[in-house]
T-cell receptor, first 110, second 113 residues
């Protein structure tokens, strides 16, 4: 199964700033998925990223707030823009095939 | 239609017991049903997965039972150990179009020594 590296593992950010999270996979994958996991909750899909096309966002998530890049078959980034304390969560990437997950980025907005 | 309902929310068993976690779904287009284990501060780790043409799958101490007609599947952990204490998530996906996993709400398992 694909091994996924996520960076940063955690960060504390000021309100109104942006953070870009990187997801690197050790093999080429078709799809990459970005999830949000709020404290003590389940995983909620933010968007699906295919290489060479615009990401597909789930209801409640918009590109202006969560822009995603997918420049090749092994890498993707998620940016959390104009952050507020409500964005404090764990952000996770996953891939198809395999459906393994990275270790996550724990974001705290102050 | 995309929901996966998971129960119980939390579970406490004694060491050696067999915790059972249940999930139910409505979407008959789901074709892949994985279970994940998550420890605090870590990402979910894929434990075991099943497809709907199989009624049971075992990997080590973990077993999935699948009932296609009832649209239910469950995770059994044999000879549970304190190290199994974690949160467990069931999930499901369709094979075409939106291939992302839909997750259950999670079960917090505590195995007491």
């Amino acid at each position: 199964s694909a091994v996924i590296s996520q960076k940063p593992s955690r960060d504390i950010c000021q309100r109104g700033t942006s953070l870009t999270i990187q997801c690197q996979v050790d093999s080429q994958v078709t799809m990459m998925f970005w999830y949000r996991q709020q404290p003590g909750q389940s995983l909620t899909l933010i968007a699906t990223a295919n290489q060479g096309s615009e990401a597909t966002y789930e209801s409640g998530f918009v590109i202006d707030k969560f822009p995603i890049s997918r420049p090749n078959l092994t890498f993707s980034t998620l940016t959390v823009s104009n952050m507020s304390p409500e964005d404090s969560s764990i952000y996770l990437c996953s891939v198809d095939p395999g459906y393994t997950f990275g270790s996550g980025t724990r974001l705290t907005v102050v | 239609q995309q929901q996966v309902k998971q129960s119980p929310q939390s579970l406490i068993v004694q060491k050696g017991g067999i915790p059972i976690i249940n999930c139910a779904y409505e979407n008959t287009a789901f074709d892949y049903f994985p279970w994940y284990q998550q420890f605090p501060g870590k990402g979910p780790a894929l434990l075991i997965a099943i497809r709907p043409d199989v009624s049971e799958k075992k990997e080590g101490r973990f077993t999935i039972s699948f009932n296609k007609s009832a649209k239910q599947f469950s995770l059994h952990i044999m000879d549970s150990q304190p190290g199994d204490s974690a949160t467990y998530f069931c999930a499901a996906k369709v094979d075409t179009g939106r291939r992302a996993l839909t997750f259950g709400s999670g079960t917090r398992l505590q195995v007491q020594p």
